[in-house]
């Protein structure tokens, strides 16, 4: 499909007030869609369905499918990125009073850790930027121009609302009873290089992430590797990261493996009731689907064949394989009213320091200001 159909396809969806989503994976060219043919609000609970799953941050609340049965599904395979310059320009002045909050809750916070309630938390809050007379679908090829090694979308229902994103961490990819799962935390600005230093608290709440994903995996599988962490450009920050890479054991669920791992400490805390009820007892504002997951849920792709492979069959063949690729919902926003909420985030140890939590918020919220 060309990419003027395509876009097309989105708009009239979007002018029908019908539902869908728009996508494309970390590096790849090719951009896909899927198209609702009504505006009923599906939910998943098992995980079992084919679709799009998009879920909230809190775990007790419903997860939002399109199900591939309802919906028809759409593909231009050479997007071309036009490539752009960050330029990082703040669209809004400092809010003094929002400041202040964000600053108690983090003395709150590392307080709380210091008596032990827990070992980590994830603070956040929202960032509202006046958006009158943007289109969203010209917001989402910005996001495709700007960050070619993100998870980017844009999803839209009705009944759930307009959301935007570009976010640089898997949650989870599954192919048959292979997975991955990524341990992303630690911010700094990206300053030309990936050759930086890391400071111990970074490197603490990085390695919390690591180990509770191991720790927590472990009995559901029964092979297990772990990469070397890594320095990992997203936008115009760098993280940690390491990947973790497992076999599950014959009878475990998807459902099951999603309910020990969501929501990570990367962005909710060490360990996860307490740092939960915290975040939302003290947030004081409504994450929704901020640090939720969302992606492709039991789809069929097609392995390429392996060009070196001996056996015949294996070359001459395409395989359709049953695959999972999930991600974390960061650097996103949402679209209500003609304004852009963008929601921020950031790990609090007992090593963090108020001030500089608050600065790395402002530099997350430029990833989605680049683009407005
Ligand atoms: C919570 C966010 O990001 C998470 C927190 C990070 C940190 O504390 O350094 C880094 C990456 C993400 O795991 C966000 O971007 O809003």
Request: with cysteine.
């Amino acid at each position: 499909m060309t990419l003027f159909d395509f876009f097309t396809c989105i708009e009239t969806q979007y002018k029908n007030t019908l539902p869908f989503v728009v996508y494309r994976k970390p590096g790849e060219s090719s951009i896909s869609a899927l198209l609702q043919e009504d505006d009923c609000l599906h939910i998943t609970k098992e995980f079992t369905e084919k679709g799009f799953v998009f879920a909230p941050f809190d775990d007790a609340q419903d997860a939002v499918l399109l199900p591939s049965e309802q919906a028809s599904r759409i593909v231009c395979s050479d997007y071309e990125v036009i490539p752009v310059q960050l330029h990082g320009k703040p669209l809004s002045v400092v809010n003094n009073e929002q400041k202040a909050f964000h600053i108690n809750l983090v003395n709150k916070g590392v307080k709380a850790i210091q008596a032990s309630e827990f070992q980590k938390v994830v603070l956040s809050r929202q960032e509202e930027v006046e958006v009158k007379g943007s289109n969203p679908i010209e917001i989402f090829k910005n996001l495709l121009n700007h960050y070619s090694l993100a998870f980017v979308y844009c999803l839209y229902h009705p009944k759930v609302g307009l959301w935007l994103g570009a976010t640089p961490e898997t949650l989870i990819k599954i192919e048959g009873p292979q997975f991955s799962i990524m341990s992303l935390a630690g911010t700094q600005e990206y300053n030309g290089t990936l050759d930086v230093t890391w400071q111990e608290k970074e490197k603490e709440e990085q390695q919390f992430v690591t180990d509770f994903i191991i720790d927590s995996i472990k009995p559901s599988v029964d092979y297990l590797r772990v990469s070397e962490t890594e320095t990992v450009k997203a936008g115009n920050l760098v993280h940690l990261r390491t990947l973790i890479s497992a076999r599950l054991v014959a009878n475990s669920s998807l459902k099951e493996v999603i309910s020990i791992i969501h929501p990570t400490p990367a962005v909710c805390g060490l360990p996860k009731q307490a740092s939960k009820d915290f975040i939302l007892e003290h947030e004081n504002y409504n994450r929704e689907f901020y640090t939720g997951f969302l992606g492709e849920l039991n789809m069929e792709t097609v392995a390429k064949p392996r060009s070196g492979a001996r056996n015949i069959e294996n070359r001459a063949y395409a395989m359709p394989k049953k695959s999972t690729q999930l991600y974390v919902n960061l650097r996103c926003m949402q679209i209500k009213n003609h304004t852009a909420i963008i929601y921020v985030g950031g790990g609090i140890t007992a090593h963090s320091h108020s001030e500089s939590e608050w600065e790395e918020t402002v530099s997350k919220s430029k990833v989605m200001k680049n683009v407005l």
